[in-house]
């Protein structure tokens, strides 16, 4: 593996959009036969997960009256906020001896929670799918996507993060956090910072990431690390990207029809929404929302196969089934599916299973 240097005419690449299509020109083109690893700082904004509904993770006014951008990542995963004093990276993963490490979330926090600890940090562990937690408290969170031979995973990690920004612009369904037993985003969060013990408080962001790199290398200086960097066309390339996708409202915000019904749940595994309608007591239009991974690349036509199902228990049950929507969330039974649309008023609430 080799360290991706994030510099563009000696300066950090430091825009939300464009550090996201990097890691997506990486996933589209493989300009590099090994595994790459790489590390930035972005400017403040709120980055999504492709398959949530911004209108309902994030308060758009605040956002957009304190200068804030949106961007939505190429794969799944819930929503943060991220600004300077938050760490971004990214494992692209092209070798194929490692390709068994896809939606390992554990092992590429390894890395983490050995730096953390060796700082005297205590109760450093991973929860959940893909959560890194400082005693109970979310430090990182992680994200995965997956095209033919190869794959991409990475996250953010809060280091010295602006807490009571991220609790005021990020907007959860109440549940996710309710059934940790908690009341808001900000208490669900902390940063590093905040962690450390007296005697390293002084640490700064790039002397972490340095701790960190050379934890994820095993090298004693970050001089001995190995680089790669990307050429003029691996940049205009990239350009296109954000002018085509990551810097476009209608990718960001979501172009998708938003319809009258609107149900969605947290599960132990995930948050999952159904934002639809019914016509002549059939399912007339229906769209999926949520933080879920998914090796399902057009969940549309998935959507679409449903479309026409008689809103009664077996039907929708067989339709979930027969349509193939299952493989876009395979964790999720057909029971709980034609539930939440027949009866959504019971839904919203914590998962007890």
């Not at 969605?264 to 929404?273: D, E, L, N, Q, Y």
Request: proline letters at 3%; a negative charge.
């Amino acid at each position: 593996m080799k360290l991706l240097d994030l510099t563009r005419n000696g300066q950090p690449v430091t825009d939300v959009a464009t550090v996201e299509a990097v890691s997506t020109y990486l996933m589209q083109t493989n300009p590099f036969s090994e595994n790459t690893l790489f590390m930035a700082r972005n400017e403040p904004a709120v980055v999504i997960g492709k398959y949530q509904d911004a209108y309902v993770e994030v308060d758009l006014d605040y956002l957009r009256a304190h200068h804030i951008k949106l961007m939505r990542r190429a794969a799944g995963g819930g929503a943060v906020y991220t600004d300077l004093g938050n760490l971004v990276y990214m494992f692209h993963v092209v070798e194929p001896q490692d390709q068994h490490y896809w939606l390992d979330f554990k092992h590429y926090a390894k890395p983490l929670v050995t730096t953390l600890t060796d700082l005297g940090i205590d109760d450093v562990g991973v929860s959940g799918r893909n959560d890194v937690t400082i005693k109970g408290k979310k430090i990182s969170g992680m994200a995965a996507f997956q095209q033919k031979n190869r794959f991409s995973l990475g996250g953010t990690v809060l280091f010295d993060v602006d807490t009571e920004t991220a609790g005021k612009v990020l907007t959860p369904l109440r549940s996710k956090y309710a059934s940790k037993g908690l009341s808001s985003v900000a208490s669900r969060i902390m940063d590093i910072k905040q962690a450390l013990p007296a005697t390293k408080k002084a640490l700064q962001a790039q002397d972490f990431i340095d701790r960190w790199l050379k934890t994820i290398f095993n090298v004693s200086t970050v001089t001995a690390i190995p680089t790669v960097q990307l050429s003029d066309t691996d940049w205009a390339a990239i350009d296109q990207l954000v002018a085509d996708r990551y810097g476009n409202d209608d990718w960001n915000y979501g172009s998708r029809a938003h319809f009258d019904r609107y149900v969605s749940h947290h599960f132990k595994r995930g948050t999952v929404a159904f934002n639809y309608d019914v016509a002549d007591g059939q399912l007339a239009h229906f769209t999926v929302y949520g933080d879920f991974f998914t090796g399902v690349q057009d969940i549309s036509s998935k959507e679409a196969g449903l479309i026409g199902t008689k809103m009664e228990s077996e039907a929708l049950k067989e339709a979930f089934e027969n349509s193939g929507f299952g493989m876009v969330i395979p964790w999720l039974l057909p029971a709980d599916f034609a539930a939440m649309l027949l009866n959504p008023e019971k839904y919203d609430v914590v998962e007890k299973r």
